[in-house]
């Protein structure tokens, strides 16, 4: 089954404690991204890879890192969580990125 | 600054009725556009993408796309009660990042 795999689905956290929230897909998307969700302020973009070892910054990338090492993954890392990182993470791939994204299942993350 | 409008809702309607969805954008270069539902706590599931002008329809759902106005809509017919969902539209950056640019979607609920 074509699928983005997010892992933890839930996850509580004390402030500063280094994690990791990772994502893998198994259609051999080239374009892969994540967002947080928060209400009333939408789907916003963290981080997006286009390719192996091609990362860039979104519209909120503060507190996060990235990478991408091999093709389907792209694990999330918050080196030293904050309360204000508590949201609702989703990962999403793309094939070349100009159709629509398949969305992992998401995390919802706490920091206390 | 790009952007795409929705309004928020809630749409309200009852089962059977056909509900209509908008969604405007700013960027005129824009070449690909989506509908996507999510439901409360759920991850967004690509329903419809349209890219030319005109029509597209898809069992229930019909996309319709306008780029001289920059509107493209939803329409679902026959609604039913598992419609009743969180609609968001997302419309592809025409720059070389590939960045979908989100609406905060639309609440829609169908009542039996």
């Known amino acids: 089954e074509a699928q983005v795999t997010q892992n933890p689905r839930y996850l509580i956290t004390v402030t500063g404690k280094k994690l990791t929230v990772t994502c893998s897909q198994n259609?051999?998307?080239?374009?892969m991204s994540w967002y947080r969700q928060d209400p009333g302020l939408g789907l916003r973009q963290i981080y997006y890879s286009m390719n192996v070892e091609v990362t860039d910054k979104g519209d909120v990338p503060e507190g996060y890192k990235v990478s991408r090492k091999e093709k389907r993954n792209f694990p999330l890392i918050l080196e030293s969580p904050s309360p204000n990182q508590t949201s609702l993470y989703f990962c999403a791939s793309s094939s070349r990125g100009v159709y629509g994204y398949t969305f992992g299942s998401g995390t919802r993350l706490t920091v206390v | 600054q790009k952007e795409v409008e929705q309004n928020s809702g809630p749409l309200s309607v009852p089962e059977g009725a056909i509900a209509s969805l908008n969604c405007t954008y700013s960027?005129?270069?824009?070449?690909?556009f989506f509908w996507y539902r999510q439901y409360s706590g759920k991850s967004p599931e690509l329903i419809m993408s349209i890219y030319s002008n005109g029509d597209k329809e898809d069992g229930r759902f019909t996309a319709q796309l306008n780029k001289a106005s920059q509107y493209v809509s939803l329409l679902i017919r026959d609604s039913q009660p598992s419609d009743s969902a969180t609609y968001l539209c997302?419309?592809?950056?025409?720059?070389?990042?590939?960045?979908?640019?989100w609406g905060l979607g639309t609440s829609l609920a169908v009542n039996p």
């Open positions: 259609m051999n998307h080239e374009y």
């Open positions: 997302a419309v592809l950056n025409a720059g070389n990042n590939r960045k979908l640019i």
């Open positions: 960027d005129r270069g824009s070449q690909s």
